[in-house]
């Protein structure tokens, strides 16, 4: 299973690193995406890597804001968050994929594993 933690609450401007662990199975055979869910809204990808690492992607809301790594002898992904803002409230989601990160249609595959999600509040 995956698990995601580090969420919390910040204030505007601040920074949080999420976690995606993986427990049963081995996170470097897949590619990793990252998804938040906003209340109301519908699921969206932030940003994905690929088994590697060597690939990354980011969309534009959070390009330049966010960075996402892995350490597999760690088997946990990682997505670094800064100068956030109130607009990235949500639950942030980790999940993986035996398809290319680089694909254009990448976040609106069906995806496999799937963690509970940790919470990121951001407000003052």
């Known amino acids: 299973r995956l698990v995601e933690s580090g969420g919390g609450l910040v204030q505007p401007g601040g920074s949080l690193t999420l976690s995606c662990s993986a427990s049963?199975?081995?996170?470097?055979?897949?590619?990793i995406g990252w998804f938040r869910q906003k209340p109301g809204w519908e699921r969206e990808g932030v940003s994905c890597?690929?088994?590697?690492?060597?690939?990354?992607k980011y969309v534009d809301s959070v390009k330049g804001r966010f960075t996402i790594s892995r350490d597999n002898n760690k088997n946990t992904v990682y997505l670094q968050m800064s100068s956030l803002k109130p607009e990235d409230t949500a639950t942030y989601y980790c999940s993986t994929n035996t398809r290319p990160c680089a694909n254009a249609g990448y976040f609106f595959y069906e995806h496999g594993h799937w963690g509970q999600g940790t919470q990121v509040t951001v407000s003052s």
């Open positions: 890597i690929s088994n590697t690492g060597d690939y990354t």
């Open positions: 049963g199975f081995d996170l470097d055979y897949y590619t």
